[in-house]
């Protein structure tokens, strides 16, 4: 007794400590501006030579600085201070490596050659690594990766359609090796090649026509700034042109040798870091290049900007009620913005404001900005706009899922709703103005609510608008039904005197990737489950815990009552029937307690089963479900193992034989078994024959657990070596029916098994060489269940072993015989090297649900968990799910007779009324629809004879917990599809 008491004290313990996990993950708090140099010195680079010490210490001595020549680039360009951009950064770091100040300074490209070659110019930073350069200078790894641009100038045609009636004119400054590089990716017969000194020559050459686009890498974008009519795309196929620190001048190898090894031992994500801020900076000074002194006095007597948002305008401007903050493409963009002017963007308003008070705060002044301000000619008077676009939407009417697709003949005899005050509403208007049903809405919230309620059949709005259902909602009830070849433009609106703002922000966001912002947006997908899961954990595990809790209270209880019957019955053998009756009320609560478990494991290991079928969940939650998940299933296992041995000592467990195709076993029992090596060295051997039967008959579950209980102890056994399988046929059979003699064997180089231990290895309870195996894993039920399940196949099993060197399990078992057809010769190959083609599990991987959106279910169950479970799985099909957590509810459901369902899922066990009470009164009400809905009972009752026992009692079908996608599928296939709809 004073045992148990300490199990359970540890137990409680144990769910305490699993139960308390925090909500949230640490999250790295490094900041931009706690990036560091991996190196303070050149002496702390690793690799550095005694030679190369000496030589940095000769050049501190000789020179004071060093020049470090640039063309003009994003990389380096011409501020008020001097030099700004990447290459000045990479100075500072060079003169804080080596102690020596690195000057750098902007030349022509001709200039720059000749003297870095004439050794007037020390280094130079950005020249390519060719053949010829690396056998003329001294030259570092890549400093920097520039990727290939085409420029051209603005309304030119794009090179993809010119190239569509005649070659691509190319133009190229001399002496770079763009031209080398460009004829060798995309063929020099493809193009023609036109050159230029400088870049006002290329941009000559553009203005005239003589080329159609200037080829160079990313950094000489900043060459064409100031011409003001160029722009840039990327050049395909994509090149990168990696650019290197070069001398001409050999004194300085030492300093090139350091900085290739400070480059090749964790320098690079530093420069990479420097690059991304030189970046930014040449961006600053292009913007502030060309602002005027009227905007630039605006910029610094102004601090903050008021905002007129949408809270309901994804993905464009919202507030995310999850989240608790304002987000979309807006936010995204004006945080850049914000960057290069060092503006602020507040929301003035609240998170409930609703459209027609935001345009009013634009209007009167009390916002100066707002998103997505469409323009119309009543609005020309108050509001002003930028020419930058940031997004491009369709006009569209959304519909429900279900509802038929509409021909544009049929929209004005159609319930159309549109929003009061809008765009939207207007164009509609003038496309439809014969339209006789349309219901105006004061917000787009109201409006889909009628929609969905269907009050109305359409509603005017756009293809983003669908985006906030699909995506952010995760609502899918929703359609854009027909979609207007009529797009429009999202700018910013500005209140009329916010002239100055206006400009600035034209010439900001043509520096932001606005494209890039909206595509991500667009394409942007959410799964608040995962969050909710997350807050979960602390009570999956506990409910793991608690699960193990009762398991072990379950064997010690089990031990206790079995030592005493044992006891009982050789002291008082006329109690006998008494301690019979004991071992039956025993074995009842082992099974009723399996039960019990087999609920809650249901959410553990259903829950895990619908994330880890989502694709988009993070890697950390991915491989977080899939530990839960497989501690669930071990569990599972250990509750079946107990249920099972209880059944076999009731004289209650009883082979379900049926047809089996030999080979999809054997593939199932491999793939199980090669997981279970991990990153041990094992080897997994299979010896199979050719002449192996493809169809056998018998209870293929169970022969699965006796080969898969014996490779789990040979893996977990074996440290290293090998594990072998081996499975034949022996003995003739001419009948369908007659009997088969099948053997397998299983054979490792494991720690192998004492001979005084052979013995106990088949009894209950029973974990041989406790001393050496205390620490793997294993309740020593699996070789006695093992042992039964031969015996009542008709078989044997017996074990050979040698201490220290490993272990063979030889089993012998009786299957029914089908055909003489054989696996053959190519299947057996196919086995023994693991490319076997499972269809069953290439079926299960690719389940393909059809869509039931017009199919309505009831789930019934208590555990509320076990809703979410099995309304997740079945919402996959699109059905709508209700869920009731009570007999009595789903009786009421059915009597009301509205809505209709096409099928019920009712679990067995609940208080007050249970599943067989509350499918007994639904029949009862005698109405076809009562006597006629399928009714599947979803329980974890699963004892031998359960499942007529359900067909006998109202029942259509029988779905035991845990359940699969599959076994799921299989149901809803047969008693909820519809083949008429």
Not at 46 to 74: D, H, R
Not at 544 to 568: D, P
Request: proline share 3%; hydrophobic share 40%.
């Amino acid at each position: 007794m004073k045992s148990g008491k300490k199990i359970l004290t540890v137990i409680l313990i144990l769910i305490s400590v699993l139960s308390c996990g925090k909500n949230s993950s640490p999250v790295d708090q490094a900041s931009k501006d706690s990036v560091q140099s991996p190196f303070a010195s050149f002496r702390d680079i690793p690799g550095v030579t005694a030679q190369e010490i000496a030589g940095i210490e000769a050049l501190q001595q000789k020179y004071k600085s060093l020049s470090y020549g640039m063309t003009l680039s994003t990389e380096a360009f011409i501020t008020e201070s001097g030099v700004g951009g990447y290459s000045a950064l990479f100075c500072e770091w060079l003169g804080g490596l080596f102690g020596i100040e690195f000057q750098p300074a902007v030349y022509a490209w001709n200039d720059l050659i000749e003297k870095l070659n004439t050794g007037e110019i020390d280094f130079a930073g950005n020249i390519t690594p060719t053949e010829e350069r690396i056998q003329m200078y001294h030259m570092t790894a890549p400093v920097a990766e520039r990727q290939y641009k085409t420029i051209q100038r603005t309304g030119s045609l794009p090179l993809d359609r010119l190239a569509l009636t005649r070659p691509l004119r190319y133009v190229f400054l001399e002496g770079t090796a763009f031209v080398d590089t460009v004829a060798s990716i995309a063929g020099s017969s493809t193009y023609e090649s036109v050159f230029a000194s400088n870049y006002e020559a290329v941009y000559r050459i553009l203005e005239s026509g003589t080329a159609d686009a200037f080829i160079g890498d990313s950094a000489v974008v900043s060459a064409f700034d100031i011409y003001g009519d160029m722009y840039t795309d990327d050049f395909l196929p994509l090149i990168f042109s990696p650019v290197s620190m070069a001398t001409a001048q050999a004194e300085f190898q030492p300093l090139i040798s350091l900085v290739t090894k400070a480059l090749e031992n964790g320098a690079r994500p530093y420069l990479n870091y420097l690059y991304n801020q030189g970046y930014e900076a040449y961006k600053k000074n292009k913007f502030f290049t060309h602002l005027s002194e009227e905007e630039k006095a605006y910029l610094q007597n102004t601090s903050s900007v008021p905002l007129a948002a949408r809270y309901f305008n994804y993905p464009v401007d919202f507030y995310n009620i999850y989240e608790k903050k304002w987000e979309g493409i807006v936010f995204d963009v004006l945080a850049q913005v914000e960057e290069l002017t060092g503006l602020t963007f507040k929301v003035a308003n609240s998170t409930s404001t609703e459209l027609s008070d935001l345009f009013n705060m634009v209007y009167d002044g009390r916002a100066h900005i707002m998103p997505e301000l469409i323009y119309s000619e009543r609005r020309a008077q108050y509001v002003i706009w930028t020419k930058h676009i940031f997004l491009t939407d369709q006009l569209a009417l959304l519909s429900k899922s279900a509802y038929p697709h509409v021909s544009v003949n049929e929209i004005p005899y159609k319930r159309v709703g549109v929003i009061a005050n809008t765009v939207r509403a207007e164009m509609f208007h003038r496309w439809f103005p014969s339209a006789e049903n349309i219901i105006e809405f004061d917000t787009d919230e109201n409006a889909m609510r009628a929609l969905e309620q269907g009050e109305i059949d359409l509603v005017m709005s756009s293809k983003n608008r669908l985006l906030s259902f699909l995506n952010f909602q995760e609502i899918s009830l929703f359609k854009a039904n027909f979609i207007f070849n009529y797009p429009y433009e999202s700018t910013f609106g500005f209140h009329k005197d916010q002239t100055l703002l206006c400009s600035i922000m034209d010439k900001a966001l043509p520096l932001v990737d606005t494209h890039m912002i909206t595509e991500q947006w667009l394409t942007k997908t959410y799964d608040y489950r995962i969050r909710l899961m997350e807050a979960q954990r602390p009570w999956l595990m506990g409910a793991t815990a608690l699960s193990l809790a009762v398991l072990a209270l379950i064997l010690v209880l089990f031990f206790r009552n079995r030592s005493e019957g044992k006891r009982l019955t050789k002291l008082v053998e006329e109690r006998t029937k008494e301690v019979r009756n004991a071992s039956e009320a025993k074995s009842h609560f082992v099974a009723n307690m399996s039960h019990e478990m087999r609920t809650p494991m249901n959410a553990v290991i259903g829950l895990t089963n619908l994330m880890l079928e989502e694709e988009d969940i993070p890697r950390v939650a991915k491989e977080t479900f899939k530990k839960i998940n497989t501690a669930g299933n071990t569990l599972m296992e250990l509750i079946s193992d107990i249920l099972d041995i209880s059944k076999i000592e009731a004289g209650k467990l009883e082979l379900t034989p049926i047809k089996y195709d030999v080979a999809s076993l054997i593939n199932e029992i491999v793939t199980i078994n090669m997981v279970r090596i991990v990153n041990k060295p094992i080897t997994f051997k299979l010896d199979i024959n050719e002449d192996m039967p493809s169809i056998l008959f018998g209870d293929d579950l169970r022969v699965k657990q006796i080969l898969n209980n014996l490779l789990s102890n040979a893996f977990k056994y074996t440290k290293e070596g090998t594990v072998t399988l081996g499975i034949a046929t022996k003995g003739a059979a001419i009948n369908d029916g007659d009997d088969i003699w099948v053997s397998f064997y299983i054979s490792d180089t494991g720690i192998g098994i004492r001979a005084e231990d052979i013995k106990k290895l088949f009894v209950d309870y029973n974990q041989v060489d406790t001393q050496t195996n205390r620490k793997i894993e294993g309740t020593g039920l699996g070789l006695s269940i093992t042992k039964k399940f031969v015996e009542l196949m008709g078989g044997e099993i017996v074990v050979e072993s040698e201490y220290g060197k490993g272990t063979t399990f030889r089993v012998r078992i009786r299957q029914g015989f089908v055909s003489d057809e054989t696996i053959g010769k190519e299947i057996a190959e196919n086995l023994r090297n693991f490319q076997y083609a499972d269809k069953k599990k290439l079926a299960y991987e690719k389940l393909m649900r059809p869509d039931l959106s017009y199919a309505r279910v009831l789930v019934v169950d208590d555990f509320p968990t076990n809703l979410d479970v099995a309304a997740g799985m079945m919402r996959k099909y699109r059905m709508q799910v209700d869920c009731v957590l009570s007999g009595q509810d789903a009786v009421d459901r059915i009597t009301a007779g509205d809505p209709v369902y096409d099928a019920i899922f009712m679990d067995h066990m609940m208080p007050e009324m249970d599943g067989m009470e509350a499918v007994t009164k639904i029949r009862e009400l005698g109405t076809d629809y009562a006597k006629k809905l399928p009714i599947i009972a979803l329980t974890a009752n699963v004892a031998v004879g359960n499942e007529q026992m359900f067909l006998n009692n109202g029942f259509n079908a029988f779905l035991s917990k845990p359940f699969s996608a599959m076994s799921l599928d299989a149901i809803i296939q047969k008693w909820v599809r519809s083949n008429e709809k």
